[in-house]
């Protein structure tokens, strides 16, 4: 193996390395926010407006239930309200 190809194989190593750091990174930040959100939810002593929680179980049942991708030129999926969730 030359010396360019080690070198080439050290920065594809080095990518796949941040790249796997930055997912584990994203996936802490969107376990965080879960949990807030659900404590909040649970919270008995936390007043709650019922359109925050209306809107907190919508965003858990869309990201649960559905594989959300991003909006394309082609069109969106929509629900029966019309509403884009993608």
């Known amino acids: 193996m030359g010396d360019a190809e080690g070198e080439e194989e050290i ?5 796949k390395t941040l790249e796997a750091a930055k997912e584990k990174r994203i996936m802490a930040q969107r376990t965080w926010a879960l949990d807030q959100m659900l404590h909040v939810a649970r919270n008995g002593g936390v007043v709650k407006d019922e359109e925050v929680v209306r809107g907190m179980v919508e965003f858990l049942a869309v990201v649960g239930w559905f594989d959300i991708k991003k909006e394309s030129d082609k069109g969106a999926v929509r ?8």
């Open 11 to 15: 920065i594809e190593d080095d990518a």
């Open 79 to 86: 629900r029966a309200s019309n509403r884009r969730i993608v």
